[in-house]
């Protein structure tokens, strides 16, 4: 134990230069490894607002059609559309008829 306390004393200088380089470099060692503060704040705060969107897109998308409801609600159309044209065919068809028997109603006249 003296002969520590000694070798100490006598290389004093030595080492607490030693000790400081490796202090300095323990100091750069931690700068280099961990995020300042300042950023890491605004990494926060970005993750946050990237968050709050996250859960508004979450929101938006539960009121969204299934699948299965897009796919009943596109051969309700189909059927619509169908109905239109059947109709539609039948209106015309009637719409001739009608000048027939308007245009025979003039000629008997």
Do not use: C
Not at 68 to 76: C, G, I, N, S, Y
């Amino acid at each position: 134990m003296a002969d520590a306390l000694e070798f100490i004393n006598h290389n004093f200088k030595w080492l607490s230069a030693i000790a400081y380089l490796a202090f300095v470099g323990l100091l750069a060692w931690f700068n280099q490894r961990f995020t300042p503060r300042r950023e890491h704040e605004l990494l926060n705060k970005k993750l946050s607002n990237i968050d709050q969107q996250m859960t508004q897109v979450k929101a938006d998308i539960k009121h969204l059609p299934t699948k299965e409801e897009v796919h009943r609600l596109d051969k309700t159309l189909s059927g619509l559309s169908e109905t239109i044209n059947a109709t539609q065919e039948g209106i015309s068809r009637l719409e001739r008829k009608t000048d027939l028997l308007l245009e025979n109603e003039l000629r008997n006249d």
